[in-house]
């Protein structure tokens, strides 16, 4: 085994490695090393989850910055990703450069409307692969110094956001050809053809330092597919549940996979309540500390009460409906081992690291719109079932499928157990997927030709596969579009970005959310309202998904409509005329509704109850609807239409606190959210001068605010602070928290002797 004392890396990284206990290399590790990635070729690395990809990236991205002065780039899908990756490379900042200065570390995940000069100071900079296309639109002078780029979960280059990462990198290869490329992924079955295309070596192997048998259970017997087999103790009538209290019992952790965040919910709960039984007090006492932290963070929901419950005897659900903050304290007492069964939707398996024992696909089916249910790709079931082992805590893992009969279990076997991945294939010819990058590529000066269009795209995983003259007609269609709207002119052979073409490309908007936006702002509207934007930018594309309104509340909207026809920018569509448009049309006007609630400050339980949209969802759209409304603010500058931007400005904030109007002056300081900002204005302080005004004694007493709030309050407004009047209110707050606690406080298991 190589081991790490002798590798050609700077000795200080060395010296991390060993001290973290790291000491020889996995095999496919070896392998990359052996096959040069250290000596700067390029490497498409295939193997499973927990076999040390990260490890070879950290290697690869120290030695380029502390030993050659270059720069690295790490591009991710997720920020969630990203800020695992981040936290990965700090472990190693600080330490000294060949050429003066240390290691710098950077995470970029927001703001698609800048260049972001100061990530030109830092060495290596963590990236999702949305803002690293941003950048480039930009032109970004310091990209330019990228030595390296490690692209993770390659895989995604099939996905609906392949396109992006796929424009990327054949962006970072034409602008700088001698760049070292590090691509990685549990799963390609295809890794030579993406190896080619990036010319690039390949490692890929099946190869994990924790064995992975796969299975399927059937009436409480489990079938591998070596043809061993074993019978569950009966612990729970439901074998999803069953099979993770198996689990449990023998010291492991379980995840369960599910189809749905309604059904991660149901089994959750009915997992917890399984569970509680067999767990220690001690440790049923650390679950109710995780639960009382999810508590604490952000706004009382049904949905935060119920992960709460279901934590404290030892189990949750995880799935894009629940805030950021709950997925966070979730995947933590996880990794502690605190929590010992996660029920989750599939977004888990392309998320965080999460290892469990066993994996349990409790469904091999997902709901598609217009086809019902069914069965996910074989790709999908091997990034859930390569979660199963977790490294330094057990010898294997084991990923089961559940059947329902006898056929079902071998058809499960030979699909899925015994099946290889989908080769991977290039998303980027559709004409959603090629608007936006098309005019990138003009605004930001790359291409100034259809036939410099084409040798562009001729480099990209696309035309890999495919004739790249097979884009031409797409190219020109687009071309046209681009042209009919004003984004680009034709001068001569050469195509030029107009202005607003150019604000359209760095806004980072699809082009034809740009459209409706600006037709949107044109058209003359008997009555504007706040609801004529937030409906407006609700119908671009870049909402999308928009909330669809559920049976029972399809007359609520449809009422909703009828009765604010006036204030709406665009056509609306009859039902009569195209039905699938028309109910696109009644998701828009929910998901305007939606914003209308959070802005008239309705909490996230009101709209959980009334529209069902849980906390991660609004998150998204609010996020979203943040960046659209900022990208019509810009957009109304450059079309000069009059009296908008402060408009557009102030409904935006508005957006982005969920607040009404009054309260913006108290909620744009910092730590005072929507809900201390309602409870200061209430109490009769409405201003800056009357927060500037007001004697911190009274302002300690106001509740959600306390010492420490007020004094930041103070400093913030101009106001003076008393150091020790401050001490001496500190000090009785302190005593108050420290009494409250005692009196709360859980007796002992047993009393003293």
């Known amino acids: 085994m190589l081991r790490v004392e002798s590798l050609d890396v700077p ?10 206990g790291i000491e020889t290399l996995y095999p496919p590790q070896e392998e990359a090393i052996r096959v040069g990635v250290l000596k700067g070729r390029s490497l498409v690395m295939a193997t499973p989850t927990a076999s040390g990809k990260t490890l070879v990236a950290v290697l690869c991205a120290l030695k380029h910055v502390i030993e050659e002065g270059g720069k690295v780039l790490y591009l991710t899908p997720l920020r969630a990703l990203a800020w695992e990756k981040y936290e990965e490379f700090l472990r190693f900042s600080g330490i000294e450069k060949r050429n003066g200065g240390r290691v710098s570390v950077a995470l970029s995940t927001g703001d698609y409307d ?52 796929e424009v990327v990198l054949a962006r970072l290869r034409q602008m700088r050809p001698d760049l070292q490329v590090l691509a990685l992924s549990a799963t390609i079955r295809n890794a030579e053809e993406v190896a080619e295309w990036l010319g690039a070596e390949v490692v890929s192997t099946e190869w994990r330092p924790v064995e992975l048998r796969e299975g399927v259970y059937y009436r409480d017997v489990v079938i591998f597919r070596d043809g061993s087999s074993y019978r569950l103790k009966p612990m729970h009538g439901k074998a999803p549940i069953n099979l993770a209290l198996n689990a449990v019992a023998s010291g492991g952790q379980a995840l369960i996979f599910v189809e749905s965040r ?41 949905i935060g009460d119920l992960l709460a419950s279901c934590i404290s005897m030892g189990a949750a659900f995880h799935h894009a409906g629940l805030r950021a903050e709950h997925r966070r304290i979730v995947e933590e007492a996880f990794r502690e081992g605190k929590i010992k069964v996660i029920a989750a939707t599939p977004t888990l398996a392309a998320g965080v690291n999460l290892p469990a024992r066993l994996v349990v696909i409790a469904n091999y089916r997902r709901f598609v719109p217009g086809y ?16 199963a082992g977790r490294p330094q805590y057990d010898k294997f ?51 100034h030709s259809e036939a410099g269009l084409l040798d562009f795209f001729s480099r990209t995983f696309y035309a890999y596969h495919y004739d790249p003259r097979g884009l031409r007609e797409t190219i020109g269609s687009m071309l046209r579009f681009l042209s009919k709207e004003d984004m680009i002119r034709l001068e001569g052979e ?99 509704m939606v914003l209308m609630g959070w802005i008239e400050e309705l909490s996230e339980n009101d709209l959980l109850e009334r529209f069902n949209v849980q906390p991660g969802d609004r998150f998204r759209i609010v ?47 910092r730590g005072i959210g929507r809900v201390r900002a309602r409870v200061l204005y209430n109490s009769g302080l409405r201003t800056l001068e009357d927060l500037k005004r007001v004697p911190l004694r009274r302002l300690v007493e106001i509740p959600l ?49």
Not at 269 to 293: F, N, S
Not at 372 to 379: K, L, N, T
Not at 641 to 657: E, M
Request: hydrophobic share 40%; proline share 5%.
């Open 11 to 20: 000795r200080e990284v060395r010296e991390v490695l060993i001290k973290e």
């Open 114 to 165: 800048s260049s972001n000069p100061r990530l030109g100071r830092y060495d290596i900079i963590v990236t999702t692969n949305e803002k690293c296309d941003s950048l480039l639109r930009h032109r970004a002078p310091w990209i330019s110094e990228v030595t390296l780029v490690v692209a993770d979960e390659v895989h995604l280059i099939g996905s609906d956001r392949g396109p992006t990462l």
């Open 262 to 302: 309604r059904r991660a919910m149901s089994m959750a709960r009915e997992t917890a309540e399984a569970l509680k039984d067999l767990l220690p007090r001690r440790q049923l006492r650390a679950l109710r500390r995780v639960a009382d932290e999810v508590l604490i963070h952000g706004e009382r929901t049904s």
């Open 372 to 387: 019902g249910m069914y069965p996910i790709s074989v790709m999908e079931y091997k990034q859930m079932s390569g979660r």
């Open 397 to 447: 893992g084991e990923a089961i499928l559940i059947a329902e009969s006898s056929e079902e279990q071998d058809y499960l076997m030979e699909s899925y157990v015994l099946s290889k991945p989908e080769r991977l294939y290039s998303r980027l010819a559709s004409e959603a997927a090629l608007r936006g990058h098309v005019l990138a590529a003009v605004a930001s000066d790359y291409a």
């Open 494 to 592: 050469y195509l030029y970005a107009t202005e607003f073409g150019r604000r359209v490309s760095e806004l980072y908007i699809d082009p034809l959310s740009a459209v409706i936006l600006r037709d949107g702002l044109r058209r003359r509207v008997e009555r504007p309202t706040d609801l004529t934007y937030l409906h407006l930018i609700c119908h671009t594309p870049d909402m999308s998904p928009v909330l669809r309104p559920r049976r029972n509340e399809l007359v609520e909207v449809e009422v909703f409509l009828e009765e604010h026809r006036d204030e709406l920018a665009c056509r609306i569509p009859q039902p009569w005329e195209d039905e699938v448009e028309y109910e696109q049309f009644l998701g828009e006007v929910k998901t305007a």
């Open 623 to 669: 996020q979203n609807a943040e960046w659209l409304l900022y990208a019509a603010q810009e957009l109304a500058a450059i079309l000069k239409i009059r009296g908008l931007r402060g408009r557009l400005s102030r409904l935006r904030d508005r957006v982005k606190y969920g607040v009404k109007e009054e309260l913006l002056p108290l909620v744009r300081l």
């Open 705 to 753: 605010i306390g010492a420490g709030m007020a004094k930041r309050i103070k400093e913030q407004v101009g106001g003076v602070v008393e150091e020790e009047e401050w001490r001496r209110l500190s000090e009785r707050e302190a005593e108050q928290r420290a009494l409250t606690e005692f009196i709360e406080e859980e007796p002992p298991e047993e009393p003293p002797h």
